[in-house]
């Protein structure tokens, strides 16, 4: 008759302790922990140098704008003009922007336009805050600026 075998007992280990598990955990939260805050960082960097592209491009819609007209829109119309023309607007010949509507920030709030006195104009933003001054992600970023 043949001897049947024993089972032998498990002396492999199947799966994880609960401390080794701990001890992943922790140590993916001290990662995330440091990468986080740089992660966010540039992403705050990145809406304001979106924010100093998007003034650039009004700025040279306005300038198209100028060349047609022979003047800047005034306060009233705002950049509203880049996409249809002011009441007795002659030689206007836009739309000057290729989107449907002026652009808002980067933070969701539209863009200041103001008219100066030697016939130039500022488009500013407040930044995050929507505010006036700030630093950071807060600073308020102007056509002005450079």
Known sequence: MSNPEKPKPNTSRDGYTLTELLVVLVILGLLVGLIAPRFLSQIGKAKSKTARVQITNL?????????????????????????????????????????RRVPDDPWG???????G????????????????????????????DG
Do not use: C
């Not at 800047?72 to 000057?96: C, H, R």
């Not at 709030?109 to 008219?115: C, D, L, R, S, T």
């Not at 006195?117 to 002005?144: H, K, P, Q, V, Y």
């Open 109 to 115: 709030n539209p863009y200041h336009y103001q008219i």
């Open 117 to 144: 006195a030697n016939n130039s104009f500022i488009i500013s933003t407040l930044g995050a805050d929507n505010r006036e001054g700030g630093d950071g992600e807060d600073s308020d970023i102007s056509s002005a």
């Open 59 to 99: 700025s040279t819609a306005l300038e198209y704008f100028q060349l047609d007209t022979g003047r800047y829109p005034a306060n009233s119309s705002g950049l509203s003009a880049l996409l249809s023309a002011p009441p007795n607007m002659v030689n206007w010949d836009g739309p000057y922007l290729k989107t």
